[in-house]
């Protein structure tokens, strides 16, 4: 009895360790290269990144309306495209959670939203959540820096150190990395801790 016991808890533990070692596995990581796609944006056009030929790269930010930690990040998500998007880096904003888990977070609702903040990126939504856990994302906000013409994954964390007060902020670290990428300079931090709400799913 106490062998079986033990059998079955060594398989449990091992079961455990392989789902999780699994998990961290999953989506892209920084030195990868990003497959294009194409998502509804709030205008109800389609949007694709093979759009944007002229573009170095993208600040691509998956986001939601419902996350308090989104909702504080917004004018942040903002200001990054109305610095970088003229330098050849728009931000493409993508809400990968599903509208049935997430009251608030519909496509009608998005639209809402966007005319309210006066959003001045494509905002995007991940219908049938094909797209995100591609990239890996699991928290709202959750920013990928990625450069052209090789679709290369650059960085992969929270746009500042700061989750929700904008006037705490001591590090830009999306900021610094596109500089650095601007500079035609390697950037000295390429990973972060996403901090906000996990992505919803039924």
Known sequence: MMKTLKIILLLTVVTISTAFSLKTDKGYKVGDTIENFTLKNVDDKMVSLSDYKEVKGFII????????????????????????????????????????????????????????????????????QKVYPKFGATRTPHVYVVSKPNMKVEYIGAIDNSSKNPNKVTEKYTEDVVDALLAGKKPKKTETRAIGCSIKTL
């Not at 930690?69 to 903002?78: L, P």
């Not at 728009?90 to 609702?109: L, T």
């Open 61 to 128: 930010v998956f986001t939601c309306n419902m996350c308090p930690y989104s909702v504080a990040n917004e004018d942040r998500i903002i200001a990054l495209d109305m610095k970088y998007k003229k330098l050849g880096y728009p931000v493409i904003a993508i809400n990968p959670n599903d509208p049935r888990a997430s009251k608030g977070d519909g496509f009608e609702d998005m639209k809402v939203r966007a005319a309210e903040k006066k959003f001045t990126f494509p905002y995007l939504f991940d219908e049938g």
